[in-house]
């Protein structure tokens, strides 16, 4: 029950934040998030793939999910700084 209450209180205050956003920012948030979701998934692929994989191409697709998950990181990042900034210019 407490875990519902903070999530209500959580997206109830969300929407109070999405109110002073630039809808140029959202459409960066929006587009920075697809793109990391869709490298977070390409990350777990290969993990996925690196479980039945021999020991030595397990190690190389377990290190491109790790990259992929970080890049995943750094794009969502990156989007959120730069709809931070579209959002500051517009004050």
């Known amino acids: 029950m407490k875990k519902l ?3 209500l209180a959580t997206a109830g205050l969300l929407g ?8 140029q920012a959202d ?9 990391a979701a869709s490298l977070d998934n390409a990350g777990d692929a290969l993990s996925a793939t690196a479980d039945n994989a021999t ?3 397990a190690a190389t697709l ?4 790790d990259d992929a998950h970080n890049t995943a990181d750094a794009v969502k ?3 959120d700084n730069k709809a ?3 959002n500051n210019a517009a004050k």
């Not at 109070?16 to 809808?23: D, E, L, S």
């Not at 459409?27 to 793109?35: L, M, R, T």
């Not at 377990?62 to 999910?65: F, I």
């Open 84 to 86: 931070d900034a579209i």
């Open 16 to 23: 109070v934040a999405a109110c002073h956003k630039a809808p």
């Open 55 to 57: 020991n030595d191409a």
């Open 27 to 35: 459409a960066v948030e929006n587009a920075g998030d697809n793109a």
């Open 62 to 65: 377990d290190n491109a999910a």
């Open 5 to 7: 209450a903070f999530v």
């Open 77 to 79: 990042a990156s989007a």
